[in-house]
């Protein structure tokens, strides 16, 4: 009996061995053969799985660019791009490129995004910054709207911001309300500004008036006149025409059509035109002793167009007690 708890005694205590072994694997050495999951602290095992966390055969010792995502140090590789994701920051020299370094990115270059009809992944490597700033605006012009011409999709690379505007074509004076009798003091009716440069070679402009003239008993003749010059009532004048009225007439109709076009442009810019007023009445009682009463210039006036002008359509009766009322008057570019 007593040699028989003897050798219980010793299995008992060889198996307690065996098993604190496995449990606390020793500090000072030894081996820890198949283990698994986290392990710390000293373990002399051949291999081990994890290391706090972390797979030990993707970082330790790498042989091969991409074999692991960061280096122990004494490994015998260092880091390359591809190894490294996220915002690294690094104190020593294992890592050969770093994504981004306290959040910035120290690669990222000046965009060169190309801009076309169709979608491509490009062939760059380089990235750049989310509020980098992108050439997507220019700041060219848009181009005059010409009737006649066609459609076309352009070849710009550059996108129209929303606000931009077009040069056209169309009216650029009127009245809205009528004159007062206009007598034998140049009045102007009707007056249309232009930027610099707006006028180019062939831009032509379109005045249009109409209105009732009174008359008194030696009324002379009554002019009107398309002035282009910098000050009111002061420009060239490319076209006027000097008309006799009928005496002693009231509130009798007429109306005028004027065309003036510019031939040359430039600080010695040129323009020309043509006038026709027009009697609305009999040629014995109406405004006018003639029914058409017609001018063409057949020299050109000076017109610098590379500075801001007035076009002006104005009036003057041939005596203190004749005059016009200009119920309408129109300033219009027909071509620009």
């Known amino acids: 009996m007593t040699h028989l708890k003897q050798f219980l005694i010793l299995f008992v205590s060889i198996g307690a061995f065996v098993l604190l072994s496995q449990v606390n694997p020793p500090q000072g050495g030894g081996t820890c053969s198949a283990l698994g999951g986290d392990v710390t ?3 002399a095992a051949s291999v081990v799985a994890k290391v706090n966390g972390v797979v030990v055969a993707n970082v330790v010792n790498a042989t091969a ?4 995502l960061a280096r122990f140090a004494g490994g015998t590789q260092t880091a390359t791009s591809a190894e490294l ?6 104190s020593g020299s294992n890592a050969t490129t770093v994504v981004r370094v306290n959040g910035t990115n120290p690669n990222a270059v000046t965009p060169a995004l190309v801009f076309g009809t169709s979608n491509g992944t490009g062939a760059s490597a380089t990235p750049f910054s989310s509020n980098a700033s992108v050439a997507l605006f220019n700041a060219t012009i848009a181009g005059v709207t010409t009737p006649l011409a066609l459609g076309t999709t352009g070849s710009a690379a550059f996108a129209a ?4 505007t077009h040069q056209s074509p169309g009216g650029c004076a009127s009245i809205t309300s009528a004159t007062g009798a206009i007598s034998n003091t140049e009045t102007q009716v009707a007056v249309c500004s232009m930027p610099a440069n707006f006028m180019q070679a062939g831009t032509t402009f379109h005045i249009h008036a109409g ?3 009174t008359t008194s008993t030696t009324p002379g003749n009554d002019t009107f006149r398309i002035r282009i010059g910098t000050t ?5 004048v490319p076209v006027s025409v000097a008309v006799p009225v009928n005496a002693s007439v009231t509130t009798q109709p007429f109306t005028l059509d004027a065309w003036v076009t510019v031939r040359t442009a430039g600080a010695g810019g040129t323009a020309i035109g043509d006038i026709q007023a027009f009697d609305g009445g009999s040629l014995t009682t109406g405004a006018f002793t003639l029914a058409d009463n017609g001018a063409v210039s057949t020299a050109t006036v000076v017109v ?4 801001t002008k007035l076009i002006e359509f104005t009036f003057i009766s041939g005596a203190s007690t004749s005059s016009a009322t200009f119920q309408t008057a129109v300033i219009t570019v027909v071509k620009m």
């Open 232 to 236: 009111t009532l002061t420009g060239n």
């Open 65 to 68: 660019p991409g074999a692991g």
């Open 41 to 43: 602290g000293t373990c």
């Open 161 to 164: 911001r929303q606000d931009h």
């Open 211 to 213: 209105g009732n003239i």
């Open 304 to 307: 610098d167009t590379t500075a």
């Open 85 to 90: 994701s996220g915002d690294v920051t690094t």
